[in-house]
């Protein structure tokens, strides 16, 4: 655990001194809340898409900071001096992903907090909300580590956004309900990670308990499982 905490502590200095980095973790998904209870303050939309921002923001805002963020480590060579020491690649991530988690749990409770305060539905049970947004940070953390591990660039990186953000998005029932989706999409969503937060999040919203949400949890925290592998078996040692 030595060098996983070493790996933690030296990325959460980094992150301290990249203001705008911060700002787009803390501070980016509270605005969006903010912008959308404004423009459907008093209408069943805002409580629509009330549970949709609190499972989605978490996830996206993560990914594309922990897969710009180690990518930019490679590119500098950070990560291969790092790796020809005796610290292996599995503590190597999962020091990544503790940092990087940290500030999820931070950002959840924010998100959450924040979106409550403007009078969004999702306050069923608040400590479940708080870890189903928990849970959608920290699998953005492991998507976007298994994204840089497979990336060269922070080009790269980003694009990856469209492939494993977006349809994910157009999936997830927000835009039609899933059942009514043509049948590839309706198998992609069942798969999709994204789907099993928001369904978790809107039955919540809808006064839904532990027994409404276990299963949407365990698909995620497979995802998170699935992802952090996926990242310690691809990532490289040496710089391409």
């Known amino acids: 655990m030595r060098g996983t905490w070493a790996t933690a502590i030296r990325v959460l200095a980094q992150l301290r001194h990249d203001k705008r980095s911060m700002a787009l973790i803390l501070v980016l998904p509270c605005v969006i809340v903010a912008v959308v209870a404004w423009m459907f303050s008093g209408t069943p939309v805002l409580n629509h898409y009330g549970p949709f921002l609190v499972g989605f923001f978490p996830l996206f805002v993560m990914f594309l900071v922990t897969s710009v963020a180690t990518l930019r480590e490679r590119t500098s060579g950070t990560l291969e001096r790092v790796l020809t020491t005796s610290l292996r690649k599995g503590e190597l991530v999962a020091g990544y992903l503790l940092a990087f988690g940290s500030l999820s749990v931070v950002q959840a409770l924010l998100v ?29 953390c492991a998507l976007g580590l298994a ?36 049948g590839v999409l309706y198998a992609i969503s069942k798969v999709a990670p994204l789907t099993y937060s928001v369904e978790a999040m809107q039955s919540l919203a809808a006064g839904g ?16 499982v699935g992802s952090v592998v996926l990242g310690v078996v691809s990532l490289r040692r040496r710089t391409a």
């Open 112 to 140: 959450t907090g924040f979106a409550v305060a403007v009078g969004m539905s999702v306050a069923g049970l608040l400590a479940l909300v708080v870890v189903i947004a928990l849970m959608s940070a920290v699998l953005g």
């Open 209 to 224: 308990g532990w027994a409404h949400v276990r299963w949407d949890m365990a698909v995620i925290f497979a995802w998170i």
């Open 147 to 182: 994204a840089s591990a497979v990336a060269r660039t922070e080009f790269q990186a980003v694009q990856m956004m469209p492939l494993i953000i977006i349809p994910q998005l157009f999936t997830c029932g927000l835009f039609m309900p899933r059942a009514s989706m043509p």
